[in-house]
């Protein structure tokens, strides 16, 4: 956008602003947002979105709601007399939300930042809202690299132009402030920070005089005030006749100056007994050899040479004695069979293997590998011999390069976190080398971009490394489910990068919410507010719905409550549990009613006719839960029969079962008997000789249940009830069918021999 533009905007905006009181909105619509429909930051700088907003007259905060959106994600939030916002962003502070202003400032910018915001203001029971999109800008660089060039040689100016954003830019080569032609530019290539690089390359064929020259690369972008340039300086030389060219007895006429040069170099050579011309290539290969993946290193020899030349490959370390690269000055001619001009090849490791090939006047060698650890830091040397025409070259390559690409794991939740309130997403780089780790970019959903380096790096056995990345997001910056997490891990140039992405719900993070039952107050004061709680536990992710609603007594529907004279809804904050794997919070219903409501509510309280619902919905829920203050219907749950191992023959026993949870208070208890051999059980009746005892229900500490024990007390025991067994039978509104709970068979204890019969004084009386 034009720095005018944006001036043009802002002045608009004031406008009207200024005439908002002059010309009302309709009746119900006074809240008015006015915002620019187009931002621009730079990349790594802040950002301010502005959205301004009138509501007819002061503004009053208590009824002042603020909310920006980054699309579908919450960034920062007014409300309740706080301010709230997700790293990196701020609201104004109430003085200034005060004069109808709730723009949003970013601290620092990255690509990822840039896309549709929405602000939305709400002023009581009027709602409005209004875009805006950020348009982000990245200014790009310039590198040229700086490298000798050879006069009548054909040679090529890079211009790497990189880190700009949008891809639209237009690259120049300039020769003494001329545009060129003959260039060619590379296609846009995207960086992980989401940047773009491109190289603008131009051939052609210096001359001597071009040393004088400026040579200029000049970008010009959208992120760039004016153009940006860079100048360069050829360093041209003349052409190097040495080993390449033949004499003019060859009969090559070169000029006068490239004559007299190769005239020299034959009269030197003349005695040696050859007069030759060739030229052979420095050792070729790739800059890095991948672990275990066969490399194959080539040098070549080509010119009017003989035919019988032999090639010699040989691995050498740093520490080993290097031969020089050429066959020495010709003024000192050395000969070849002199020991100290005769270095001991060591012999090729197993497995690596030697080849030729002759095509023309071209003799290509091939050395054929596979690196291993150990050759990491190794040089090889090639040599090309001919002893009857005593040439002799040999070239050294660099020093070889292994890695290993490093396997990267899924994406996983680390158990411990800390600190609390971040999640630790991690990700391992397992077998990588050298120790240097490759860039580890994380990020979710394209809405950031972060590079997090391990803090251990690990050795393994077999000399290749290990190191685990992790993450920490804030817990209250995930906010849905389906949010994907994702690290990209960078190999190096030219090689595809290792992606991986976890969701939050498939890292298990997500956890449905607990929900107590409702609080009620035990005595309501006519006059006084009445407060119900429900209280909230164990989610995450951490937000979560919270609606109260009220069903009046012969009412189908519930009716949603809000703020009003009559109520006031506190829905509650969340709050990290102190593992940080979870939330908690309290909501709360205050009932506000004048003293008339207040009896007309504790009347319908005390008849059950008015009831409260609390209902919670969750990420993690189907379908929401709800809690009530009406003690709906509850099943009773039955304990086990209390009962003796055994029997003992002429004694009394006591059997018992603990009946609880249920409401209302009423149920009927029935015990049953069934003797051995009978096939179906009997109730008990008051005319047996067994006693039953069931007590009047009490209720439990919380009001919305009742326990009751009931007791079954056993006549002396005797042959006859051996195998015997009772159950206990209970009835319940809220049972479709009677349940029952038994006591097993029960064995009579055999006598070993007949007691001597007991007298009143010794306990014997019944």
Not at 204 to 226: I, K, N
Not at 549 to 578: F, H, N, Q
Not at 603 to 612: I, L, N, P, R, V
Request: charged fraction near 25%; include cysteine.
């Amino acid at each position: 956008m034009q720095p005018w533009v944006q001036r043009l905007g802002t002045l608009l905006l004031s406008v009207a602003l200024l005439l908002s009181p002059l010309f009302p909105a309709p009746q119900g619509s006074q809240l008015q947002v006015y915002m620019e429909p187009l931002s621009t930051a730079h990349v790594g700088s802040g950002a301010l979105l502005q959205c301004r907003f009138s509501v007819g007259g002061p503004v009053v905060l208590d009824s002042l709601q603020v909310m920006w959106y980054f699309w579908e994600q919450k960034v920062s939030w007014y409300e309740q007399g706080r301010s709230h916002a997700q790293p990196g962003a701020s609201l104004p502070s109430e003085k200034v939300l005060e004069s109808g202003d709730a723009s949003l400032s970013l601290a620092t910018v990255t690509l990822s930042d840039g896309g549709v915001y929405r602000c939305v203001v709400e002023y009581g029971a009027q709602k409005n809202q209004g875009e805006t999109t950020l348009r982000l800008l990245a200014a790009p660089k310039i590198y040229i690299p700086r490298q000798p060039a050879v006069a009548d040689t054909e040679t090529s100016l890079l211009c790497h132009v990189g880190g700009f954003f949008p891809e639209d830019v237009d690259v120049t080569w300039l020769k003494d402030k001329k545009a060129q032609e003959g260039y060619t530019r590379s296609s846009p290539q995207r960086n992980p920070d989401g940047t773009f690089n491109l190289t603008l390359t131009y051939t052609f064929t210096p001359a001597l005089s071009d040393a004088d020259s400026v040579f200029s690369c000049r970008v010009r972008h959208a992120a760039l005030g004016q153009p940006l340039q860079e100048d360069v300086f050829l360093d041209i030389r003349a052409p190097d006749q040495t080993g390449t060219v033949v004499g003019a007895v060859l009969g090559t006429l070169l000029g006068a100056g490239a004559a007299a040069a190769a005239a020299i170099y034959f009269w030197r050579n003349r005695r040696k007994g050859w007069a030759v011309s060739y030229n052979v290539a420095e050792v070729q290969g790739p800059e890095r050899c991948l672990l275990g993946q066969e490399v194959t290193l080539r040098c070549f020899m080509e010119g009017m040479f003989p035919e019988d030349v032999d090639v010699t490959w040989a691995r050498i370390h740093s520490e080993d004695r290097t031969v020089p690269e050429s066959a020495g000055d010709p003024e000192s001619p050395r000969d070849p069979e002199s020991p100290e001009h005769q270095p001991l090849l060591p012999a090729l490791p197993p497995g690596w293997r030697v080849t030729e090939e002759r095509a023309g006047t071209r003799l290509t060698s091939s050395l054929t590998f596979t690196p291993t650890l150990q050759d990491d830091g190794v040089r090889v040397r090639c040599v090309f011999l001919h002893e009857a025409k005593r040439i002799r070259e040999e070239r050294v390559s660099l020093e070889i390069r292994v890695w290993a690409r490093p396997q990267v794991s899924e994406i996983q939740v680390l158990p411990e976190w800390d600190p609390r309130d971040k999640v630790p997403f991690a990700v391992q780089l397992h077998n990588f080398y050298p120790r240097e780790v490759p860039p580890i970019q994380w990020g979710w959903d394209g809405a950031g971009s972060w590079r997090e380096d391990p803090a251990q790096i690990d050795k393994n056995t077999d000399g290749t490394f290990t190191a685990t990345s992790v993450w920490r997001v804030p817990s209250r910056s995930l906010t849905r489910p389906e949010l994907r997490v994702r690290v990209c891990v960078q190999h190096g140039p030219g090689e595809p990068a290792s992606e991986r992405e976890l969701s939050l719900r498939a890292a298990g993070l997500l956890r449905p919410p607990d929900v107590s039952d409702i609080f009620r107050p035990e005595s309501v004061t006519t006059g006084k507010e009445v407060i119900l709680s429900c209280r909230i536990a164990g989610h995450f992710l951490g937000e979560l719905s919270v609606t109260w609603l009220r069903r009046g007594k012969g009412e189908d529907t519930a009716v949603i409550l809000r703020d009003s004279a009559e109520c006031r809804v506190e829905p509650g904050t969340a709050v990290l549990a102190r593992d940080g794997k979870s939330f908690q919070q309290e909501t709360r219903l205050i009932l506000l009613s004048p003293e008339y409501l207040a009896e007309k509510f504790i009347s319908k309280f005390k008849e059950k006719g008015a009831e409260y619902i609390c209902r919670v919905g969750h990420l993690a829920l189907e379908t929401p839960i709800e809690r009530s203050t009406a003690c709906r219907p509850r099943p009773p749950h039955l304990g086990e029969v209390s009962h003796p191992q055994a029997l003992v023959p002429g004694q009394p026993e006591t059997l018992r079962c603990l009946i609880s949870g249920f409401y209302p208070g009423q149920l009927a208890v029935t015990w049953l008997r069934k003797g051995a051999g009978e096939k179906a059980p009997r109730p008990l009746e008051s005319s047996d000789p067994h006693r039953m005892h069931t007590p009047a229900p009490s209720p439990a500490p919380d009001g919305k249940s009742y326990s009751v024990e009931s007791e079954l007390r056993l006549p002396p025991a005797g042959p006859e009830d051996d195998g015997v067994e009772y159950l206990c039978r209970v009835q319940h509104e809220a049972l479709k069918e009677p349940e029952s709970r038994s006591s097993g068979r029960l064995r009579v204890q055999a006598r070993e021999h007949s007691p001597e019969p007991r007298t009143a004084e010794e306990g014997g009386g019944s």
